[in-house]
């Protein structure tokens, strides 16, 4: 029903900037909230940023001021700014997308994934 596709990985050096997109398509009655996700090597993965259907957004206390999440509705898109890179920000960030229905019922979707790698 619905597919989101992460893009804009790569690999940076410390302190450098990567900004992450995620393309929602399919049929999305509403969406509760969006964010992103990360799983670094050897370790589970963990919320990175939120953004809710208001626009209020919550991030991990090790990214606040150097990463900015946002989305484009008209695009259909979630944003990831990320600056100031660590290599510990290193991992596979994951989209998700928090959905209802028509009839209230809620879904959760996740993307593939895109690999960020910093390096020192």
């Known amino acids: 029903q619905v597919q989101l596709v992460e893009s804009g990985g790569g690999l940076v050096q410390a302190g450098g900037s990567l900004r992450l997109s995620c393309a929602a398509s399919?049929?999305?009655?509403?969406?509760?909230?969006m964010g992103w996700y990360r799983q670094a090597p050897g370790k589970q993965r963990e919320l990175v940023a939120t953004?809710?259907?208001?626009?209020?957004?919550n991030y991990a206390d090790s990214v606040k001021g150097r990463f900015t999440i946002s989305r484009d509705n008209a695009k259909n898109t979630l944003y990831l700014q990320m600056n100031s890179l660590k290599p510990e920000d290193t991992g596979v960030y994951t989209c998700?997308?928090?959905?209802?229905?028509?009839?209230?019922?809620?879904?959760?979707?996740w993307g593939q994934g895109t690999q960020v790698t910093v390096s020192s």
């Open positions: 953004i809710t259907s208001s626009s209020s957004t």
């Open positions: 998700n997308a928090d959905t209802f229905s028509a009839a209230r019922a809620r879904s959760v979707y």
């Open positions: 399919g049929s999305i009655f509403g969406i509760n909230a």
